[in-house]
């Protein structure tokens, strides 16, 4: 079975130009979650997604930040304009009925985001 | 807030030394505690979890055991391997905030053959 896939693995852009990260999470998985992974840091969420509706977004920098999960399957992380301190990597991860806490969450490879 | 504190490395050890990860928490209510890893270049994976009190998960020769009287979930290996060589996160998360992953700021191991 197909993990979560992510794309681009890799981006580097200049300041204030515009960047969008996709997520395909693993089939049947209704929750789906970005967080971001500053460099020697552990990740921090950004956005939950269950089913189409954003439940958790109270991290995302709204001025910037934009994601969307149309049709409750796959997933765009928008960030216009990038900023210098954007450099990241913003991973997608998902999960199957996230009512019990235990529940495992699996993660993509990331997409790592370099911005000069 | 719920937070995760986990000693700070790199941790340089050589191959099959004892591996202790020290990991301790602060949460309201009754957590999940994981670990994931990280492997270079690759993204995290679930190496493992428990979700109660006392509750001891393994996977590929790691322990941990959820302390619930020490706030603890410390990550332990009886002998590396070169290829244990990782990031080791651990993290919590609680049923009231649905699937939302708390890490801690993650350990570099190093096995040198």
């Known amino acids: 079975e197909a993990g979560v896939v992510q794309s681009p693995r890799y981006k580097i852009i200049e300041k204030k130009q515009p960047v969008a990260f996709w997520c395909n999470p693993i089939?049947?998985?209704?929750?789906l979650y970005w967080y971001r992974q500053n460099l020697g840091q552990g990740p921090e969420l950004l956005i939950r997604?269950?089913?189409?509706?954003?439940?958790?977004d109270s991290q995302l920098p709204k001025d910037r930040f934009s994601a969307e999960r149309l049709k409750g399957v796959d997933s765009t992380l928008k960030i216009q304009p990038a900023e210098l301190g954007d450099s990241a990597v913003y991973l997608c991860?998902?999960?199957?009925?996230?009512?019990?806490?235990?529940?495992?969450?699996?993660f993509g490879e990331g997409s790592w985001l370099t911005v000069v | 807030g719920d937070s995760v504190t986990q000693m700070e490395g790199p941790v340089t050890l050589s191959e099959e030394a004892f591996l202790t990860i020290n990991c301790t928490y602060t949460?309201?209510?009754?957590?999940?505690l994981f670990w994931y890893v990280q492997y270079p270049g690759e993204g995290l994976q679930l190496l493992l979890k428990?979700?109660?009190?006392?509750d001891k998960g393994s996977n590929k020769g790691f322990e941990a055991t959820y302390r619930k009287e020490t706030t603890s979930f410390h990550l332990e290996k009886g002998s590396v391997q070169v290829s244990d060589s990782a990031v080791y996160f651990c993290?919590?998360?609680?049923?009231?905030?649905?699937?939302?992953?708390?890490f801690g700021g993650g350990t570099r191991v190093l096995v040198k053959p």
């Open positions: 993290a919590l998360s609680k049923g009231a905030a649905g699937n939302k992953l708390t």
């Open positions: 949460a309201t209510g009754y957590p999940s």
């Open positions: 991860a998902s999960s199957y009925n996230p009512a019990s806490s235990g529940n495992t969450i699996y």
């Open positions: 428990a979700t109660k009190a006392d």
């Open positions: 089939s049947g998985h209704n929750t």
């Open positions: 997604y269950e089913n189409e509706e954003a439940v958790d």
